[in-house]
């Protein structure tokens, strides 16, 4: 039986709701926790390795992955600006500095020039 497009986005809707409630519920970092502004985050990087040995695709075939394999350790559940940070300062303002040795208000003045 094919599912209509409606039907498949309430089925994904419904699954990134119970993953995001499964690892947690909000922003494992700043406390976020409007749906629209969450993502899954593979903890120790390496999400396109793992999207690529799994053919997995997208975010929200992720959801799907993880409730399959019943919620497997090694993820979490970050903003898009925490994920962000971390993704290209190697950490987020609200849990560290950026880059050892500078400061985040040195961070800032920089980023204001």
């Not at 599912?3 to 498949?8: I, P, W």
């Not at 950490?91 to 500095?97: E, K, M, Q, R, S």
Request: charged content about 20%; glycine content about 12%; some cysteine.
């Amino acid at each position: 039986m094919r599912h209509s497009n409606a039907n498949t986005r309430r089925y994904r809707i419904k699954v990134r709701q119970e993953c995001i409630k499964q690892y947690g519920g909000k922003c494992a970092c700043c406390g976020e926790v409007h749906l629209e502004f969450l993502a899954i985050d593979h903890i120790n990087g390496g999400g396109l390795a793992h999207r690529r040995s799994t053919k997995m695709g997208g975010g929200q075939l992720l959801s799907i992955w993880l409730k399959r394999n019943h919620w497997p350790l090694g993820f979490r559940i970050l903003c898009h600006n925490c994920n962000s940070a971390i993704g290209y300062y190697g950490a987020c303002p609200h849990t560290a500095n950026v880059l050892p040795g500078v400061t985040q208000e040195e961070l800032r003045n920089e980023l204001a020039v």
